[in-house]
């Protein structure tokens, strides 16, 4: 009995000390898999708005950051409807050429130029309900843009960024043309003329268009083989974040209204000083806004400031119109420069302008008597209370007859209804008490002639 004690107490000593080591050994890949997970900065970069020469801008800030600090990955978070091709080009490059490994997380839609940043990416991957691609090429107006050698440099373009990740070029290629067949067994469906090609994250991840579907970011980052202790997200600086209001249209079309209004109105009413000072800070806001964007170079506000003193000129200086004319198109040249879309620019312009002429057209008529206008205008007057008296009108004497008393050479004085009147002839000669008549009268200029 003891002996079988003992060993039922050895077994159970055994078969715990069995768990012991498996629970151990179970341990270990978690252990390993947790050691074995890369240290390093890893950046995500929001790629959250229209592609325009300001996302490029804080892009390359973020890409320059994350080389500084020695990042071992560069996670894209994308959701943006697509914008300039130009744009998407330059940083498609500054991701192909980066050193650090670079994933696009579509969040919401690449749609677009969009789709083309994605593409360049060494890996893609997509949350739930996502989609990528329709990266037709459309105009500032939305219309889609049918020159052929435009589009099928776009659509090489396309192509290029998705074979130099491995990806069937030819889906891409179907993104950006409208007129290509593509078949796509891999989901049963075919793209005939006529359509776009817009996959859907589960489309995507079987075509081979997406590497993984994932719910987040750090999702993303732990799939790399990355922990997610030194995750950075990068974030638009105060300026940043002023100028993308600034250059939200509404606003840029109240700035342009503010500053059109506002100058005009202090150089036709001068005195008041507010609207100069309001419509100068709304240019210099709007100006400010689109430079920081990136949209705007040092010469629109070289345009601008030529403009304006030109314009200020005109209002002294004889010069037919030309000063003024000329101050204008600086201006505008200035103003829509420095957009980041010459279409909505001109828009805005044209709206701003035409609110800006009803309020001027208003203010001048309330303030008639300050405007500047009145410095062209002789107010004083000669009146009878300060001692002048006006020419009487004679038009009267036209036809009358009457005697010279003086000899006409040709100017003299004859007898009119026994009044003597001041007299010329049309050049001849009239002696003394001829009878003449009065043939014609031009303010006090009375012309005879002999009868």
């Known amino acids: 009995m003891e002996r079988s004690e003992y060993g039922n107490r050895f077994h159970r000593w055994l078969l715990l000390l069995i768990m012991l080591v498996l629970g151990m050994a179970a341990s270990f890949p978690s252990q390993a898999g947790a050691e074995s997970a890369k240290i390093a900065p890893v950046y995500v970069i929001p790629v959250d708005q229209k592609i325009e020469t300001g996302l490029e801008k804080f892009m390359k800030r973020g890409f320059k950051e994350a080389e500084k600090m020695n990042a071992g990955l560069i996670v894209l978070d994308i959701n943006t409807p697509g914008g300039l091709v130009s744009t998407a080009q330059n940083i498609g490059k500054m991701i192909r050429e980066s050193k650090i490994e670079t994933v696009a997380y579509i969040r919401g839609n690449a749609a677009s130029a969009g789709s083309y940043i994605a593409l360049n990416a060494d890996k893609i991957a997509m949350s739930p309900g996502s989609m990528i691609g329709a990266a037709a090429m459309v105009d500032g107006t939305?219309?889609?843009?049918?020159?052929?050698?435009?589009?099928?440099?776009?659509?090489?373009?396309?192509?290029?960024?998705?074979?130099?990740?491995?990806?069937?070029?030819?889906?891409?290629?179907?993104?950006?043309?409208?007129?290509?067949?593509?078949?796509?067994?891999?989901?049963?469906?075919?793209?005939?003329?006529?359509?776009?090609?817009?996959?859907?994250?589960?489309?995507?991840?079987?075509?081979?268009?997406?590497?993984?579907?994932?719910?987040?970011?750090?999702?993303?980052?732990?799939?790399?083989?990355?922990?997610?202790?030194?995750?950075?997200?990068?974030?638009?600086?105060?300026?940043?974040?002023?100028?993308?209001?600034?250059?939200?249209?509404?606003?840029?079309?109240?700035?342009?209204?503010?500053?059109?209004?506002?100058?005009?109105?202090?150089?036709?009413?001068?005195?008041?000083?507010?609207?100069?000072?309001?419509?100068?800070?709304?240019?210099?806001?709007?100006?400010?806004?689109?430079?920081?964007?990136?949209?705007?170079g040092n010469e629109t506000w070289l345009l601008f400031i030529v403009g304006l003193i030109l314009m200020i000129l005109e209002m002294f200086v004889p010069s037919f119109g030309i000063l003024g004319v000329l101050g204008a198109i600086s201006l505008v040249a200035g103003v829509v420069r420095a957009a980041y879309d010459t279409s909505h620019a001109m828009v805005s312009l044209g709206i701003a302008f035409i609110a800006a002429l009803i309020v001027v057209v208003i203010v001048a008529?309330?303030?008639?008597?300050?405007?500047?206008?009145?410095?062209?205008?002789?107010?004083?007057?000669?009146?009878?209370?300060?001692?002048?008296?006006?020419?009487?009108?004679?038009?009267?004497?036209?036809?009358?007859?009457?005697?010279?008393?003086?000899?006409?050479?040709?100017?003299?004085?004859?007898?009119?209804?026994?009044?003597?009147?001041?007299?010329?002839?049309?050049?001849?000669?009239?002696?003394?008490?001829?009878?003449?008549?009065?043939?014609?009268?031009?303010?006090?200029?009375?012309?005879?002639?002999?009868?």
């Open 365 to 451: 008529f309330i303030f008639k008597e300050r405007g500047i206008w009145n410095r062209f205008i002789l107010k004083e007057s000669l009146t009878k209370e300060q001692g002048y008296v006006p020419t009487e009108a004679r038009e009267f004497l036209v036809g009358k007859e009457g005697v010279s008393v003086t000899p006409l050479r040709p100017a003299g004085t004859v007898l009119i209804d026994g009044e003597r009147v001041d007299v010329v002839t049309e050049g001849e000669f009239v002696p003394t008490d001829t009878a003449v008549t009065v043939i014609h009268v031009e303010g006090a200029r009375i012309v005879v002639k002999p009868k």
């Open 142 to 296: 939305g219309k889609r843009v049918e020159d052929p050698k435009l589009v099928a440099a776009w659509k090489s373009e396309m192509a290029a960024a998705a074979e130099s990740s491995g990806r069937n070029a030819k889906i891409a290629a179907g993104m950006a043309d409208i007129n290509m067949v593509v078949d796509m067994p891999e989901i049963g469906e075919t793209k005939e003329k006529g359509e776009i090609i817009a996959l859907s994250s589960e489309q995507a991840l079987k075509v081979g268009y997406a590497d993984k579907i994932a719910s987040s970011p750090e999702e993303v980052v732990s799939w790399m083989g990355y922990a997610n202790d030194d995750l950075i997200q990068v974030e638009r600086t105060g300026a940043e974040k002023i100028a993308a209001f600034l250059t939200h249209p509404v606003v840029m079309t109240i700035l342009l209204f503010l500053g059109i209004a506002g100058i005009v109105i202090e150089l036709i009413v001068p005195g008041f000083g507010v609207p100069g000072i309001v419509g100068v800070a709304a240019f210099v806001l709007y100006f400010f806004g689109n430079y920081v964007a990136g949209f705007a």
